[in-house]
């Protein structure tokens, strides 16, 4: 298959080399920004990448490359839904870098255009490819875990000023958002999809204590209401002293308590679920190198077969609208001081505007 990547920043070299590690001809790299794509090459270090186009304008790439079968989209969040269109209507299946969208407009619209042009759509939510959540995974829809009390999801991690200060759009509520946006949404999406996906109700609280160079927040909090009588429970931060501590995602019912952890929900750490022995050693403890995870390579795979099969791959546009609207109902509910009933028809992290941040 032909792939061209569009976005040559910090999370660039994962998408590339998933995409070299599944066999996929690089035919294009663009990036607007002079010298980038050079760096992601030289990081990456496959000699393929020599004879990749490079481009500053994704559109005209895509007018040279009618052949192209994937195209991943890595640029800043408040890019992703406009190329993302551009490309469903040129004719391409997709790989977009979360959020989906920074709006629910965009993101209904792309699920929307997607189903109509018979586009693949997938969004890179690489953790449900760990193989500790996958594991859980298996024992929820096995239903060992019996009727769900409630979840919890933490993400406890550390962004510096240096960080936001190498790309100006971060932390802004036209190309990124807070923590929750960014840091947190993975585990946003995980503990929307083992949980049923049919959240009713959200309430949130966000502040920005220790950021106050960006507009965004970099500490929330949520309570998640499911239709199931569940409740789920959110908490995300940027502001662990000194370096990022960990992702935890913990599922507690009637014949089971499951903690997932790790620095990015890599670890089984407490698995006491009836008549369900763990058996899976690599479950256990899941090498990663970063907070990124392991899991770029399993979902390209994914796509790829999902593409050459015709089914919905495991993270789909769908799913991607779905960790959105949960973000985006904390955001509304922390503007209006009141819980937030879903679906969320529209809002989008521009409304944020520039009120108080708490």
């Not at 619209?109 to 997607?114: F, P």
């Amino acid at each position: 298959m032909k792939y061209a990547l569009i976005g040559c920043g910090r999370i660039a070299a994962s998408h590339l080399r998933a995409a070299l590690k599944n066999g996929l001809d690089v035919v294009a790299l663009c990036d607007v920004r002079e010298g980038q794509i050079e760096r992601l090459a030289g990081a990456v270090g496959c000699e393929a990448l020599s004879a990749a186009e490079r481009y500053a304008d994704y559109r005209t790439m895509l007018r040279d490359h009618p052949e192209l079968d994937v195209v991943a989209i890595a640029t800043e969040s408040g890019k992703h839904a406009r190329i993302a269109l551009d490309c469903i209507d040129a004719g391409k299946n997709l790989i977009i870098e979360k959020p989906v969208a920074l709006s629910m407009a965009d993101a209904d619209e792309i699920v929307r255009r997607a189903a109509s042009r018979g586009a693949t759509v997938a969004v890179c939510h690489q953790n449900r490819f760990n193989a500790a959540v996958r594991r859980l995974r298996e024992a929820v829809e096995g239903g060992s875990l019996g009727t769900l009390s409630h979840g919890s999801v933490s993400v406890r991690w550390s962004r510096s000023e240096d960080y936001y200060r190498q790309a100006p759009w971060r932390g802004t509520w036209e190309q990124d958002g807070g923590t929750l946006m960014n840091q947190c949404i993975h585990g946003i999406d995980l503990l929307r999809w083992m949980m049923g996906d049919d959240v009713v109700e959200v309430y949130g609280v966000t502040r920005n204590r220790l950021h106050g160079f960006i507009e965004g927040e970099d500490v929330g909090a949520a309570v998640l209401a499911f239709s199931s009588g569940a409740v789920g429970v959110i908490e995300g931060t940027c502001n662990v002293y000194p370096c990022n501590l960990e992702e935890t995602l913990g599922l507690f019912g009637e014949k089971g308590t499951v903690k997932l952890g790790g620095l990015a929900v890599n670890r089984i750490e407490t698995w006491r679920v009836e008549g369900c022995a763990l058996d899976d050693a690599a479950a256990l403890d899941e090498d990663v190198r970063n907070e990124y995870g392991s899991g770029h390579c399993l979902l390209y795979a994914d796509v790829i077969d999902a593409i050459e099969s015709g089914r919905r791959p495991l993270v789909d546009a769908v799913a991607g609208r779905n960790a959105l609207e949960v973000v985006l109902a904390i955001y509304k509910s922390q503007k209006t001081g009141r819980p937030v009933k879903l679906p969320l028809l529209d809002f989008s992290s521009t409304d944020m505007g520039e009120g108080p941040r708490g």
